[in-house]
Protein backbone atom coordinates (compact mmCIF):
# COMPACT_ATOMS: atom_id res chain seq x y z
CA UNK A 1 0.00 0.00 0.00
CA UNK A 2 2.74 2.73 1.42
CA UNK A 3 4.51 1.78 -2.60
CA UNK A 4 1.58 2.23 -4.43
CA UNK A 5 0.42 5.47 -2.14
CA UNK A 6 4.45 6.96 -2.98
CA UNK A 7 3.74 6.94 -6.60
CA UNK A 8 0.11 7.45 -7.16
CA UNK A 9 -1.01 9.00 -3.82
CA UNK A 10 -4.35 7.28 -3.40
CA UNK A 11 -4.54 7.78 0.15
CA UNK A 12 -5.26 11.45 -0.85
CA UNK A 13 -8.81 10.05 -1.29
CA UNK A 14 -8.70 9.24 2.71
CA UNK A 15 -10.39 12.39 3.58
CA UNK A 16 -13.15 12.96 6.06
CA UNK A 17 -16.45 13.35 4.93
CA UNK A 18 -19.87 13.75 7.22
CA UNK A 19 -21.27 11.15 8.50
CA UNK A 20 -25.03 11.65 6.12
CA UNK A 21 -23.18 11.12 3.21
CA UNK A 22 -23.48 7.95 3.63
CA UNK A 23 -27.17 7.45 3.35
CA UNK A 24 -28.88 6.10 -0.30
CA UNK A 25 -30.35 9.85 -0.79
CA UNK A 26 -27.14 11.17 -0.36
CA UNK A 27 -25.67 8.29 -2.55
CA UNK A 28 -27.56 8.98 -5.47
CA UNK A 29 -25.37 11.09 -7.45
CA UNK A 30 -22.60 8.28 -7.12
CA UNK A 31 -25.42 5.46 -8.07
CA UNK A 32 -25.61 7.98 -11.15
CA UNK A 33 -22.14 8.25 -11.91
CA UNK A 34 -22.05 3.83 -11.61
CA UNK A 35 -24.69 3.74 -14.15
CA UNK A 36 -22.64 5.96 -16.73
CA UNK A 37 -20.09 3.66 -16.05
CA UNK A 38 -22.24 0.70 -17.21
CA UNK A 39 -23.12 2.46 -19.95
CA UNK A 40 -19.77 3.32 -21.18
CA UNK A 41 -18.59 -0.16 -20.59
CA UNK A 42 -21.28 -1.76 -22.87
CA UNK A 43 -21.48 1.18 -25.05
CA UNK A 44 -17.66 0.32 -26.58
CA UNK A 45 -19.13 -3.61 -27.05
CA UNK A 46 -22.08 -1.93 -28.89
CA UNK A 47 -19.75 0.36 -31.34
CA UNK A 48 -17.95 -2.83 -32.42
CA UNK A 49 -21.22 -4.19 -34.36
CA UNK A 50 -23.25 -0.91 -34.76
CA UNK A 51 -23.21 0.37 -38.29
CA UNK A 52 -24.80 3.70 -38.39
CA UNK A 53 -25.60 4.58 -42.13
CA UNK A 54 -29.47 4.99 -42.55
CA UNK A 55 -29.17 1.67 -45.05
CA UNK A 56 -27.54 -0.93 -42.35
CA UNK A 57 -28.74 0.67 -39.00
CA UNK A 58 -31.19 -1.08 -37.94
CA UNK A 59 -30.04 -4.33 -39.80
CA UNK A 60 -26.94 -4.10 -38.15
CA UNK A 61 -29.03 -4.17 -34.20
CA UNK A 62 -31.42 -6.66 -35.61
CA UNK A 63 -28.52 -8.81 -36.36
CA UNK A 64 -26.08 -7.75 -33.35
CA UNK A 65 -28.45 -9.50 -30.93
CA UNK A 66 -29.52 -12.33 -32.78
CA UNK A 67 -25.98 -13.15 -34.39
CA UNK A 68 -23.13 -11.89 -31.89
CA UNK A 69 -22.70 -14.52 -28.79
CA UNK A 70 -23.76 -12.09 -25.98
CA UNK A 71 -25.03 -8.68 -27.68
CA UNK A 72 -28.17 -9.24 -26.74
CA UNK A 73 -27.43 -9.24 -23.16
CA UNK A 74 -24.84 -6.65 -23.80
CA UNK A 75 -27.12 -4.38 -25.64
CA UNK A 76 -29.98 -4.96 -22.72
CA UNK A 77 -27.35 -3.80 -19.95
CA UNK A 78 -27.15 -0.78 -22.12
CA UNK A 79 -30.68 0.29 -22.42
CA UNK A 80 -31.64 -0.78 -19.21
CA UNK A 81 -28.76 1.64 -17.37
CA UNK A 82 -29.70 4.37 -19.89
CA UNK A 83 -33.05 3.98 -17.81
CA UNK A 84 -31.16 3.86 -14.54
CA UNK A 85 -29.07 6.77 -14.98
CA UNK A 86 -32.25 9.17 -15.82
CA UNK A 87 -34.34 7.54 -12.75
CA UNK A 88 -31.43 8.12 -10.49
CA UNK A 89 -30.37 11.12 -11.74
CA UNK A 90 -33.25 12.77 -11.81
CA UNK A 91 -33.82 11.61 -7.88
CA UNK A 92 -30.40 13.15 -6.90
CA UNK A 93 -31.66 16.36 -8.41
CA UNK A 94 -35.22 16.14 -6.55
CA UNK A 95 -32.81 15.54 -3.09
CA UNK A 96 -30.29 18.31 -3.47
CA UNK A 97 -33.51 19.94 -4.17
CA UNK A 98 -35.00 19.45 -0.49
CA UNK A 99 -32.30 19.67 0.99
CA UNK A 100 -31.39 22.65 -0.12
CA UNK A 101 -28.12 22.09 -1.29
CA UNK A 102 -28.56 24.37 -4.44
CA UNK A 103 -27.79 27.46 -2.17
CA UNK A 104 -25.06 29.34 -1.72
CA UNK A 105 -22.17 28.29 -2.14
CA UNK A 106 -23.14 25.59 -4.42
CA UNK A 107 -25.22 27.36 -6.82
CA UNK A 108 -22.46 27.01 -9.66
CA UNK A 109 -22.59 22.95 -9.78
CA UNK A 110 -26.28 22.96 -9.43
CA UNK A 111 -25.86 24.60 -13.15
CA UNK A 112 -23.31 21.87 -13.87
CA UNK A 113 -25.59 19.06 -12.52
CA UNK A 114 -28.13 20.92 -15.00
CA UNK A 115 -26.54 20.92 -17.84
CA UNK A 116 -25.67 17.17 -17.59
CA UNK A 117 -29.47 16.32 -16.82
CA UNK A 118 -30.13 18.11 -20.20
CA UNK A 119 -27.09 15.82 -21.73
CA UNK A 120 -28.81 13.00 -20.54
CA UNK A 121 -32.04 13.53 -22.57
CA UNK A 122 -29.99 14.04 -25.24
CA UNK A 123 -28.37 10.81 -24.79
CA UNK A 124 -31.12 9.00 -25.07
CA UNK A 125 -33.07 10.98 -27.08
CA UNK A 126 -29.55 10.43 -29.91
CA UNK A 127 -30.27 6.28 -28.55
CA UNK A 128 -33.94 6.23 -29.43
CA UNK A 129 -32.94 7.09 -33.14
CA UNK A 130 -29.53 5.24 -33.62
CA UNK A 131 -32.15 1.51 -33.85
CA UNK A 132 -33.78 3.82 -36.78
CA UNK A 133 -36.85 1.32 -36.54
CA UNK A 134 -40.11 3.18 -36.17
CA UNK A 135 -40.24 4.13 -32.73
CA UNK A 136 -36.30 5.77 -33.78
CA UNK A 137 -37.65 7.22 -37.03
CA UNK A 138 -40.59 8.74 -35.28
CA UNK A 139 -38.85 10.23 -32.70
CA UNK A 140 -36.29 11.88 -34.91
CA UNK A 141 -39.15 13.17 -37.62
CA UNK A 142 -40.32 14.75 -34.19
CA UNK A 143 -36.99 16.51 -33.50
CA UNK A 144 -36.93 17.47 -37.31
CA UNK A 145 -39.98 19.52 -36.80
CA UNK A 146 -39.35 21.16 -33.74
CA UNK A 147 -35.68 22.45 -34.90
CA UNK A 148 -38.05 23.87 -37.89
CA UNK A 149 -39.92 25.57 -35.70
CA UNK A 150 -36.74 27.11 -33.74
CA UNK A 151 -35.32 28.18 -36.90
CA UNK A 152 -31.48 29.11 -36.74
CA UNK A 153 -31.42 27.69 -33.02
CA UNK A 154 -32.30 24.09 -34.93
CA UNK A 155 -30.09 24.09 -37.70
CA UNK A 156 -27.78 21.81 -36.44
CA UNK A 157 -30.90 18.97 -36.20
CA UNK A 158 -32.07 19.95 -38.94
CA UNK A 159 -31.55 17.25 -42.16
CA UNK A 160 -30.23 19.80 -44.15
CA UNK A 161 -27.20 20.86 -42.25
CA UNK A 162 -24.77 19.05 -43.84
CA UNK A 163 -25.55 17.53 -47.14
CA UNK A 164 -23.00 14.70 -47.29
CA UNK A 165 -22.65 13.81 -43.63
CA UNK A 166 -26.46 11.87 -42.56
CA UNK A 167 -28.07 13.05 -39.55
CA UNK A 168 -27.80 9.96 -38.23
CA UNK A 169 -24.16 9.70 -38.18
CA UNK A 170 -24.09 12.80 -36.58
CA UNK A 171 -26.42 11.52 -34.06
CA UNK A 172 -23.94 8.77 -33.39
CA UNK A 173 -21.10 10.95 -33.46
CA UNK A 174 -23.52 13.21 -30.39
CA UNK A 175 -24.45 10.14 -28.66
CA UNK A 176 -20.69 7.98 -28.43
CA UNK A 177 -18.47 11.02 -28.59
CA UNK A 178 -19.57 14.72 -27.54
CA UNK A 179 -22.40 13.94 -24.99
CA UNK A 180 -20.06 11.35 -22.80
CA UNK A 181 -17.40 13.72 -23.49
CA UNK A 182 -19.06 16.18 -22.00
CA UNK A 183 -20.67 14.83 -18.87
CA UNK A 184 -17.18 13.24 -18.33
CA UNK A 185 -15.60 16.98 -18.31
CA UNK A 186 -18.59 18.59 -16.51
CA UNK A 187 -18.96 15.46 -13.86
CA UNK A 188 -15.11 15.68 -13.23
CA UNK A 189 -15.81 19.44 -12.39
CA UNK A 190 -18.71 18.08 -10.26
CA UNK A 191 -16.66 15.47 -8.10
CA UNK A 192 -13.92 18.39 -7.37
CA UNK A 193 -16.57 20.79 -6.19
CA UNK A 194 -18.42 18.97 -4.30
CA UNK A 195 -14.78 18.57 -2.26
CA UNK A 196 -13.98 21.80 -2.46
CA UNK A 197 -17.53 22.72 -1.06
CA UNK A 198 -17.66 19.89 0.90
CA UNK A 199 -20.95 17.69 1.17
CA UNK A 200 -24.37 19.80 2.13
CA UNK A 201 -25.11 19.91 5.66
CA UNK A 202 -27.61 17.52 6.46
CA UNK A 203 -31.06 20.04 7.16
CA UNK A 204 -31.92 17.96 10.49
CA UNK A 205 -28.68 18.08 11.94
CA UNK A 206 -27.63 21.71 11.55
CA UNK A 207 -28.49 23.75 14.62
CA UNK A 208 -28.28 26.57 12.24
CA UNK A 209 -30.22 26.30 9.27
CA UNK A 210 -27.83 28.93 7.14
CA UNK A 211 -25.04 26.87 7.54
CA UNK A 212 -22.78 26.02 4.63
CA UNK A 213 -20.88 22.75 6.70
CA UNK A 214 -21.91 20.07 8.57
CA UNK A 215 -21.94 20.79 12.07
CA UNK A 216 -18.01 19.80 13.48
CA UNK A 217 -20.12 17.46 15.74
CA UNK A 218 -21.49 15.11 13.35
CA UNK A 219 -19.13 11.89 13.04
CA UNK A 220 -16.77 11.57 10.14
CA UNK A 221 -15.33 8.63 7.73
CA UNK A 222 -12.72 8.54 5.06
CA UNK A 223 -13.82 9.29 1.64
CA UNK A 224 -13.22 5.62 1.10
CA UNK A 225 -15.25 4.16 2.67
CA UNK A 226 -17.91 6.43 1.35
CA UNK A 227 -16.18 4.90 -2.22
CA UNK A 228 -16.68 1.61 -1.31
CA UNK A 229 -20.00 1.60 -0.37
CA UNK A 230 -20.72 3.63 -3.82
CA UNK A 231 -19.07 0.71 -5.31
CA UNK A 232 -21.20 -2.17 -3.64
CA UNK A 233 -24.60 0.22 -4.70
CA UNK A 234 -23.41 0.06 -8.29
CA UNK A 235 -22.64 -3.67 -8.25
CA UNK A 236 -26.36 -3.87 -6.65
CA UNK A 237 -27.56 -1.81 -9.13
CA UNK A 238 -25.63 -3.76 -12.12
CA UNK A 239 -27.07 -7.38 -10.57
CA UNK A 240 -30.56 -6.02 -10.93
CA UNK A 241 -30.11 -4.26 -14.15
CA UNK A 242 -28.80 -7.37 -15.39
CA UNK A 243 -31.31 -9.58 -14.64
CA UNK A 244 -33.70 -6.59 -16.34
CA UNK A 245 -31.74 -6.97 -19.28
CA UNK A 246 -32.29 -10.56 -19.28
CA UNK A 247 -35.66 -11.02 -18.44
CA UNK A 248 -37.01 -7.54 -20.56
CA UNK A 249 -34.67 -7.45 -23.42
CA UNK A 250 -35.54 -3.98 -25.43
CA UNK A 251 -37.30 -4.38 -28.75
CA UNK A 252 -35.80 -3.24 -32.03
CA UNK A 253 -38.84 -3.16 -34.35
CA UNK A 254 -38.03 -3.48 -38.37
CA UNK A 255 -37.09 -0.59 -41.01
CA UNK A 256 -39.41 2.32 -40.54
CA UNK A 257 -41.69 3.10 -43.30
CA UNK A 258 -42.00 6.78 -43.71
CA UNK A 259 -45.22 9.08 -43.28
CA UNK A 260 -46.63 7.17 -40.72
CA UNK A 261 -46.84 7.77 -37.14
CA UNK A 262 -48.26 4.85 -34.78
CA UNK A 263 -45.74 4.77 -31.98
CA UNK A 264 -45.25 5.69 -28.31
CA UNK A 265 -42.54 7.98 -27.63
CA UNK A 266 -40.45 6.35 -25.03
CA UNK A 267 -40.99 7.11 -21.41
CA UNK A 268 -38.54 9.37 -20.63
CA UNK A 269 -40.57 11.64 -22.78
CA UNK A 270 -44.24 11.49 -22.26
CA UNK A 271 -44.36 14.72 -20.24
CA UNK A 272 -43.49 16.70 -23.35
CA UNK A 273 -45.74 14.75 -25.35
CA UNK A 274 -48.69 15.70 -22.95
CA UNK A 275 -48.27 19.20 -23.12
CA UNK A 276 -47.75 18.70 -27.20
CA UNK A 277 -51.31 16.55 -27.40
CA UNK A 278 -53.35 19.52 -25.76
CA UNK A 279 -51.20 22.21 -27.35
CA UNK A 280 -49.36 21.41 -30.30
CA UNK A 281 -46.14 20.55 -31.69
CA UNK A 282 -44.65 23.88 -30.52
CA UNK A 283 -45.07 22.66 -26.85
CA UNK A 284 -42.21 20.04 -26.74
CA UNK A 285 -39.71 22.59 -26.91
CA UNK A 286 -41.90 25.62 -24.74
CA UNK A 287 -42.57 22.96 -22.38
CA UNK A 288 -38.98 21.44 -21.84
CA UNK A 289 -37.45 25.31 -22.38
CA UNK A 290 -39.47 26.12 -19.49
CA UNK A 291 -38.46 23.02 -17.29
CA UNK A 292 -34.78 23.69 -18.19
CA UNK A 293 -35.43 27.46 -17.39
CA UNK A 294 -36.81 27.19 -14.03
CA UNK A 295 -34.16 24.52 -12.96
CA UNK A 296 -31.44 27.40 -14.06
CA UNK A 297 -33.67 30.32 -12.30
CA UNK A 298 -33.85 27.81 -8.98
CA UNK A 299 -30.26 29.12 -7.14
CA UNK A 300 -30.93 32.77 -8.38
CA UNK A 301 -34.60 33.52 -7.34
CA UNK A 302 -34.45 31.57 -4.15
CA UNK A 303 -31.82 33.50 -2.09
CA UNK A 304 -33.72 32.58 1.08
CA UNK A 305 -30.10 30.69 3.43
CA UNK A 306 -32.92 28.31 4.90
CA UNK A 307 -32.26 24.87 3.81
CA UNK A 308 -35.62 23.20 5.50
CA UNK A 309 -37.87 22.67 2.40
C1 LIG B 1 -26.34 13.54 -14.37
C2 LIG B 1 -25.34 13.13 -13.70
C3 LIG B 1 -24.95 13.52 -12.29
C4 LIG B 1 -23.97 12.88 -11.59
C5 LIG B 1 -23.15 11.69 -12.06
C6 LIG B 1 -23.86 13.58 -10.31
C7 LIG B 1 -23.00 13.20 -9.30
C8 LIG B 1 -22.95 13.81 -8.04
C9 LIG B 1 -22.25 13.28 -6.89
C10 LIG B 1 -21.44 11.99 -6.85
C11 LIG B 1 -22.46 14.16 -5.84
C12 LIG B 1 -22.01 13.97 -4.39
C13 LIG B 1 -23.25 13.87 -3.45
C14 LIG B 1 -24.35 12.95 -3.83
O1 LIG B 1 -24.10 11.89 -4.42
O2 LIG B 1 -25.53 13.29 -3.55
C15 LIG B 1 -23.21 15.27 -6.37
C16 LIG B 1 -23.56 16.41 -5.65
C17 LIG B 1 -24.30 17.47 -6.15
N1 LIG B 1 -25.00 17.47 -7.33
FE1 LIG B 1 -24.89 16.05 -8.78
N2 LIG B 1 -24.75 14.63 -10.28
C18 LIG B 1 -25.45 14.62 -11.45
C19 LIG B 1 -26.50 15.46 -11.77
C20 LIG B 1 -26.92 16.53 -10.99
C21 LIG B 1 -28.09 17.31 -11.24
C22 LIG B 1 -29.10 17.03 -12.35
C23 LIG B 1 -28.11 18.31 -10.29
C24 LIG B 1 -29.08 19.42 -10.12
C25 LIG B 1 -29.67 20.05 -11.06
C26 LIG B 1 -26.95 18.16 -9.45
C27 LIG B 1 -26.56 18.99 -8.43
C28 LIG B 1 -25.67 18.68 -7.43
C29 LIG B 1 -25.31 19.52 -6.31
C30 LIG B 1 -25.79 20.95 -6.05
C31 LIG B 1 -24.45 18.76 -5.50
C32 LIG B 1 -23.86 19.18 -4.15
C33 LIG B 1 -24.84 18.59 -3.15
C34 LIG B 1 -24.45 18.63 -1.72
O3 LIG B 1 -23.37 19.15 -1.38
O4 LIG B 1 -25.27 18.12 -0.93
N3 LIG B 1 -26.26 17.04 -9.88
N4 LIG B 1 -23.52 15.02 -7.68
Redo the contacts with the bound molecule.
Sequence with gaps: MDVVDERLGIRALEYPVPEH?NNLA?????I??AS?VVLIGTGILLAQFYSPVPESANQSVRDLVTDVWGMRFVRGLHFWAAQAMYVT?AL??I??FF?G??KRP?EG??LI??A??GL?IFALFAGTVLKWDQEGYEALGHNLEVAELLGGAGLWFSAGFSSRVSILVRLYGAHVVVIPGL?LVL?TW??LL?KR?H??PHPSLTADDGAEQAPPAEPTEPFTHHLRRIAALGLALTGVLAILAVLIPPAVGPEPVEGIEVTRPPWNFWWMFTLENWWGLPWIAYGGGALFLL?IALPFVDRNPHRSW
Aim: aromatic share 18%; charged share 5%.
Design positions: AWSLGGTAFAHLRVTSYRNWGVMFVIFHAVHISL
